[in-house]
């Protein structure tokens, strides 16, 4: 039962992260920690669901990236809590950099790919990430991002930023909770 409530959450995830480019590992690293063997492992786990996410949504955005070097900082600072920080660079790409939404959306998730495969990579030493949720999550990410993806461009400029902000806000306060209940 929790690898069908870690399908239908990497899913529904993916769908919302696809949509606005974000991969929103941190509304998924949860219900992973739920069918992880540790914590380590399922941090590991995670950032390997966002890369199948990121990729999948990048494949249908892809725009010839812009602001990668902007990923660094915050790729190092996500492989050490097991998230790509997607929420951190969208901002910055839209009011840092200036691209434009959609172009920020595609850029995003490019680069959230590339910082999750090597986050994963980079447990590999330490914690090899659970392989049950990465495919779980995996496969219930790639249609879900897929279609997400494909929604972008149904939206105007105005509605893309605002469904952005949306999730971020729903990211923060899943955060604040998180924190607080801990």
């Known amino acids: 039962m929790d690898l069908v409530l870690l399908a239908v959450w990497c899913f529904l995830v993916a769908l919302g992260g696809g949509l606005v480019g974000l991969v929103l590992g941190n509304l998924r690293l949860p219900v992973v920690l ?18 199948v996410a990121a990729g999948t949504a990048a494949v249908a ?12 900082a915050i790729g190092f600072l996500g492989g050490v809590v097991g998230l790509i920080l997607g929420s951190l660079r969208m ?51 790639i249609p879900g991002a897929l279609l997400g993806s494909r929604l972008t461009g149904r939206l105007s400029e105005r509605e893309l930023i605002r ?20």
Do not use: C, K, Q, Y
Request: aromatic share 2%; hydrophobic share 60%.
């Open 34 to 51: 739920l069918v992880a063997s540790s914590p380590a492992a399922g941090a590991g786990a995670n950032i390997a669901i966002s890369a």
């Open 61 to 72: 955005h892809i725009r010839a990236p812009a602001a990668v070097v902007s990923g660094a």
């Open 91 to 141: 901002p910055a790409l839209l009011r840092l950099v200036g691209e434009a939404p959609v172009r920020a959306v595609g850029t995003n998730v490019a680069v959230g790919f590339f910082v999750g495969i090597a986050g994963a990579l980079g447990h590999l030493p330490n914690a090899a990430p659970d392989l049950t949720p990465i495919l779980v999550g995996g496969a219930a990410s």
């Open 163 to 182: 469904a952005i902000g949306v999730v971020l806000l729903i990211a923060a306060a899943s955060m604040v909770v998180e924190a607080i209940a801990r």
